[in-house]
Every structure is written in structure tokens, then in C-alpha cells.
């Protein structure tokens, strides 16, 4: 075994491979512009197939030179990804100060040198960053996870297989050890997943190296030269077998990249090992002697193009996408799409030849004290950005409390048990607490007669508010506001979980037990668009056990609608989700309603009184202060208006409390200054 050569074609450029490279990254550009749910397998690709040929390199000059020159292998891999990597280090911080938010600017400043040494994914980790908040919390950083995991491979694998391979059999020892390694992490993977809080499973080292493992153990087996030794000894028979192969792993990772997502729990206990494994075989096997048709279509040149220069446009696209908003361009849709593939491929073709190639091939900068010194530069570029860029005031903007006023149509209906599921909830003449000259918000009119619930009146007690982020940020002004009516109030949000997700279970067990254990008379549970992401089957599963269970208690409960969010950055269709809500309301008309939330907030806006101070955060999605207090006042007024015990307080009694300077209102930094 220990004489097997190493993967020869490991030495000639193969063009199915490049392709490859080529889809991986497509893979990652269509899902970060929202078109393709699993296309950050992308990702896993890449491990795959660094994996495979950093592997198959070292393996190759243990076996031609018999030893591993580790100094030379790291230049090597420094002259490839460190000009590209300090470029868009020196670039980013100015960028985001010029074209992003606070929050985005100091992400940058945050993440640049982290990046430089390879420690993004851990940064991100110990802050508490959500990877999977990439849509409405973007930082310019998030994507570079990645690039840290593969470094830190690149850092230390070397040094295992130069101490495996002075060992007797040592290629026997290395595949061993490989396997060991790849059953560690998986286990890591499953052991540390979190339903709640998924970030620490999908972007630590220890569990996602399995990929790359697995790609590296393809290349330790030496899959390739044996089965072209096969192919040679019968190639009709090998001809065939290469073909389904081939067709069956495409068709496998293509299946997965369109059907999964990454919030499903099946993906952490076995789904990105399966894609991880089938992407290592099809890398190792794709440059066979004897071409298959896969091998054909991945050598097409448009595919090669872009896998030459893959490197760089996975680093560039990310903040590509971030400066190239709709609201900054004015295209939306397939146009905005097309001119952000654009821009990125043309940032990653200008840093592919300006700056990575002729360091990489040696065209200048060839003197070791040239190096050095055009490295400490470029480092110090990168500290002068992160120290001298301004810092710009992200203090979270004070509000009058007696400024919170509600429309004059604030007072929903509610959804009877006679309301079809499919027709849209009324609003009904309500009443403000307060003066509402001068608010910029349209009236909202009632689509339909108002009607009344079956639910008799009662008196209550007590309340409790329940929802994903935006119940989450909601839920300060909403237990003041609660408190300030004479009700007890409790509260349990959860960022990244509503009724389906991460799933029924996890999430009955999440929002049920406090109410099993509290017994609120009411409980408020304000609907999300984490659920429409969902699969139906899954979300009927939610909504029927989490009803069940609050009638179980005696509780009345009251779905809310969320705010709109801004149609500019993204847009969710909770339709089916509160058709769901309906449902449960017509099958349990005495205990289950439905509010609409329309008449409070109206169209989207960021400031919907026009005071100058922000209502909702920069991302579209969730609510600053001032949303805080206007959805507790108008939450309070609705409860009043269906049950006893209740007694609005105004809000300038609670509004100017300090639960506003709570730091959720600046997670993102300066998302409501």
C-alpha cells in the first residue's frame, strides 16, 4: 500500500475539476441572491475538492521525493490565497463605510484581521453571529467562515501527514487516522447541533472538516489511479459503471442543492456527510482516462472561466450584493441579479490577473525581501483602514414617549369561526390613545363587514407574547405596555424559531412548556415568516400541536400578524401561514382569533409618523424602539377592546422606560440610530 502512487493526474491541469470549482461557486452566488435554497453546498464542494488536491499533492511528493517539504507547500498556498485575501481586507472597511450600514461597518472592522489568520468562523462563533441571518442581518464578513475553516486545514494537516508519513506504512497509518478523524467530526456535528442556535455546529472547524476529510481520503485511497487501472483492464464494463456514476452523484447533488435548506435537522445528522462524501467521489473520479459525459459538460469553457476564478469571486460577490442593492440601483429581480453576477465577475477577473496571478506565477514581487516587505504594507494597510475610517453615532434614536400614537383605524377584527380561511381579516373602526394630527400613515379601510367573535368575553390576568426575531424585538414595548395596563406579562421569543421551525417539536417544547407551567389566560402569539420557509405538511404540524396544547390550558389565543417588510430587500409570503392560523381559529372558535396588524403599520415604511425617528430597523424586518412601544399600545387597545381587565395606560406612563436602551435595539450596530 505504500508504494501505490499517488492520483498522477494530480499533476496535469483537468478541466472537468475546474468546472467543478466552477459550479460550486455558481451554487453559492444564486443562493446568497436568494434563488437556489441549497446552494450553500456550494461550499461543501469546495471542501471536497480542496480536500482531495491539497491531499493528493502532498501524497505525490512523499512518494516522488520521499518527503514532505511543509515550508515550501505553505508558500505555495500563501502566494495563492493571501494576495486575493489581503486586497478585499484593505478594501472592505472603506467600503462599508461609504456604501453600508453602522452595523456593516463595524462587522468589517471586526473582521478584517480575523480573516487575515484564518479565524473568521471562530470570531463569528464567540460573538454570537447567525450565519443563516445573512438576508436581514448582512454583515460583509459572514461569507469568509469558509476560507477560515479551509486555512486552518491548510495550516495544520500538512504538519499530520509530514509525522504520519515517517512512519512505517505510513499511507495505511494516514487513512486510518483520516477515517478516525472524519467519525470525530460527524459526531462533533451531531452532538453539538442545536435546533435554537445552529451557528456553532454549521461553521466550527471541528464539524465541517469532515468534508474536507473525506475528499482527502479519496485521494489517500488512491480512487482515481484505481480505477483507471480498472478502466484498463475492462473498459467496456468501467465505461458504463463511470457513467452512472457520474450521472447518479450529479443527480444526488443536484436533487440536494434544489430540495434542502439549511435549517432542517436532517442535514446535521447525516445530510452533509452524504453531500460531502458524493462530492469527494465525483472530484476523484471526474479526470478519468476515459472521459464521461459529465466530465464533458464540466469541461465546457464557460464552466472552466468561472472556476478560474472561483477563489476570488467567492470573496468579492458577498459585498458585490451588499453595495448593489435595489433601493440603490432601483432594478429589482433577475436585472439586479444579472448586475451583481456582473460586477463580481468582473472584481474577481481584474484581482484574478492584477494581483493573484503574477504573485503566483512569479511575475514580480520575486525577492524574498520584496515579499516581506510588500506583506508588512499590505498588513498595515489593513490595521490603517480598521483604526483611521470614521466611526459613525450608532446610539439607537430617542423617542418621545407621548409621540406614540395609533392610526385611527388601529382596532382589527378578528377572524370568526364563519370567516373562510382564504379571506382576508377586517379592520373595524378602533380607538388611539392619543392625537393623531400629523401622522404620515394612510387610513386603513375595512375590506369586509366587521363581524364578532364567538369567543365570550372574559376577564384576564395575565398574558403572554410569543414569536420569532421580530416578537423578539417587539416584545420590551409589548410587556410594558401589558404591565402598564394592570396585567401580568410574560415573554418567550426566540430568534430563528416560530411554530414549524427549526421544528414542530423543538418549537412546542420551546413556546408550550412556559405556557403548560405559567397558565396565561391569553396567549399572544405574533405569526412569522420563519414558518413559510417551511414545508406545509411541517407547518400544519406546528399549528395543530401548539393549538392543542394552549386550549389544553384554557387559554385564549391570538395570532398577530407581523409587520410588512421592506419589498426592497426581500419579500415573505405568509399567506398559507395565516390561512393556517385561520383554520385553527374557525375549528376552536371560542378559544383561537385572528388579528390583523395592517391598520397599525400600513405600507412599509422605516419612519411610518415621519418624526425622524425609526420605527423599524435598517433591514427591513424588525422593530426599534419606538415599533416596540406603537405595537404594545396597539396590542393593548386590542385586548381591551375584546376583554375585561385590561385598562390602557398612555403610553408616555411607559413608553420612555429603560427597557428602550435594551441592546437588542443596536444588534445590528446602529440598526436603529
Known amino acids: 500500500m505504500d508504494t501505490t502512487p499517488a492520483t498522477p493526474r494530480q499533476r496535469r491541469h483537468i478541466s472537468a475539476l475546474e468546472g467543478l470549482r466552477g459550479v460550486a461557486v455558481i451554487g453559492v452566488l444564486l443562493f446568497h441572491d436568494g434563488r437556489l435554497a441549497g446552494g450553500f453546498l456550494g461550499v461543501d464542494l469546495f471542501f471536497a475538492l480542496s480536500g482531495f488536491l491539497i491531499t493528493g499533492l502532498l501524497i505525490d511528493e512523499r512518494v516522488r521525493t520521499g518527503a514532505i517539504r511543509l515550508g515550501q507547500f505553505w508558500v505555495r498556498r500563501a502566494r495563492r490565497l493571501l494576495p486575493a485575501l489581503l ?39 464567540l460573538q454570537g453571529s447567525d450565519y443563516w441571518a445573512l438576508f436581514s442581518d448582512p454583515s460583509p464578513m459572514t461569507h469568509l467562515w469558509s476560507l477560515a475553516v479551509e486555512g486552518q486545514f491548510y495550516i495544520l494537516w500538512p504538519l499530520a501527514v509530514y509525522g504520519i508519513s515517517r512512519l512505517p506504512h505510513w499511507r495505511r497509518w494516514l487513512g486510518w487516522c483520516t477515517a478516525i478523524a472524519i467519525g470525530a467530526s460527524v459526531a462533533a456535528i451531531v452532538v453539538l447541533y442545536d435546533p435554537l442556535d445552529i451557528n456553532r455546529a454549521y461553521i466550527g472547524t471541528d464539524t465541517r472538516v469532515s468534508g474536507i476529510l473525506l475528499g482527502a481520503l479519496v485521494a489517500i485511497l488512491a480512487v ?11 473498459p467496456r464494463r468501467m465505461a458504463v459503471a463511470s457513467e452512472a456514476l457520474h450521472v447518479a452523484l450529479v443527480v444526488g447533488l443536484g436533487w440536494s442543492w434544489f430540495a434542502i435548506d439549511g435549517q432542517g435537522s436532517g442535514l446535521y445528522r447525516g445530510g452533509l456527510f452524504a453531500h460531502s462524501a458524493a462530492g469527494a467521489l465525483l472530484g476523484g473520479t471526474i ?44 432594478w429589482h429581480g433577475l436585472p439586479l441579479s444579472l448586475l451583481r453576477w456582473a460586477v463580481s465577475a468582473a472584481a474577481a477577473t481584474a484581482s484574478l490577473w492584477l494581483i493573484e496571478s503574477p504573485i503566483r506565477h512569479r511575475r514580480w514581487i520575486v525577492r524574498t525581501p520584496h515579499v516581506l516587505t510588500a506583506l508588512t504594507v499590505s498588513v498595515a494597510a489593513v490595521v490603517l483602514a480598521v483604526v483611521a475610517v470614521p466611526t459613525p453615532d450608532t446610539t439607537p434614536a430617542a423617542f418621545d414617549p407621548d409621540s406614540v400614537t395609533l392610526p385611527s383605524t388601529t382596532l382589527p377584527s378578528t377572524t370568526p369561526a364563519t370567516t373562510p380561511a382564504t379571506t382576508p381579516a377586517t379592520t373595524g373602526p378602533g380607538t388611539g390613545t392619543g392625537d393623531t394630527t400629523g401622522d404620515t400613515r394612510p387610513a386603513t379601510t375595512t375590506t369586509q363587514p366587521a363581524t364578532t367573535t364567538t369567543i365570550p368575553r372574559r376577564t384576564i390576568r395575565s398574558v403572554m407574547w410569543e414569536g420569532d426575531s421580530v416578537a423578539f424585538d417587539a416584545a420590551p414595548g409589548v410587556v410594558a405596555a401589558l404591565a402598564a395596563a394592570g396585567l401580568e ?46 414545508p406545509r405538511d411541517q407547518q400544519l404540524i406546528g399549528f395543530n400541536a401548539y393549538t392543542e396544547l394552549v386550549a389544553s390550558t384554557g387559554a385564549v389565543l391570538v395570532f398577530v400578524t407581523p409587520p410588512p417588510i421592506d419589498p426592497e430587500k ?104
Open 224 to 234: 482515481p489511479a484505481h480505477a483507471d487501472r480498472l478502466a484498463a483492464l475492462h
Open 489 to 534: 406579562a410574560h415573554e418567550y421569543t426566540y430568534v430563528g424559531s416560530a411554530l414549524s421551525a427549526p421544528s414542530p417539536e423543538v418549537a412546542l417544547q420551546a413556546f408550550g412548556d412556559p405556557i403548560k407551567e405559567l397558565q396565561p389566560d391569553v396567549v399572544v402569539f405574533q405569526l412569522s415568516g420563519w414558518d413559510a420557509y417551511h
Open 87 to 125: 486586497a478585499i481586507a484593505i478594501a472592505i472597511v472603506p467600503l462599508m463605510y461609504v456604501f453600508g450600514s453602522p452595523g456593516q461597518l463595524q462587522a468589517a472592522r471586526e473582521g478584517a484581521l480575523p480573516a487575515l489568520v484564518y479565524w473568521s468562523n471562530w470570531q463569528q462563533i
Open 287 to 330: 479526470g478519468l482516462a476515459r472521459p464521461t459525459v459529465v466530465q464533458r459538460v464540466l469541461s465546457w469553457r464557460a464552466l472552466t472561466a468561472v472556476g478560474a476564478i472561483s477563489y476570488s469571486l467567492y470573496l468579492w460577490h458577498w459585498p458585490v450584493y451588499l453595495v448593489l442593492t435595489s433601493s440603490r440601483t432601483g
Open 570 to 673: 426581500g419579500t415573505v409570503d405568509i399567506e398559507y401561514v395565516l390561512s393556517l392560523a385561520r383554520e385553527r381559529a374557525a375549528e376552536r372558535p371560542d378559544q383561537v382569533m385572528v388579528v390583523d396588524s395592517a391598520a397599525l403599520w400600513g405600507p412599509f415604511s422605516y419612519d411610518p409618523n415621519g418624526d425622524g425617528v425609526p420605527e423599524r430597523k435598517v433591514d427591513g424586518v424588525h422593530v426599534c424602539p419606538q415599533g416596540s412601544a406603537l405595537m404594545g399600545a396597539w396590542l393593548v387597545q386590542t385586548l381591551a377592546a375584546m376583554f375585561d381587565g385590561v385598562t390602557p395606560a398612555p403610553p408616555g406612563d411607559w413608553a420612555g422606560g429603560a427597557w428602550v436602551n435594551d441592546e437588542r435595539y443596536n444588534k445590528p450596530v446602529g440598526s436603529c440610530a
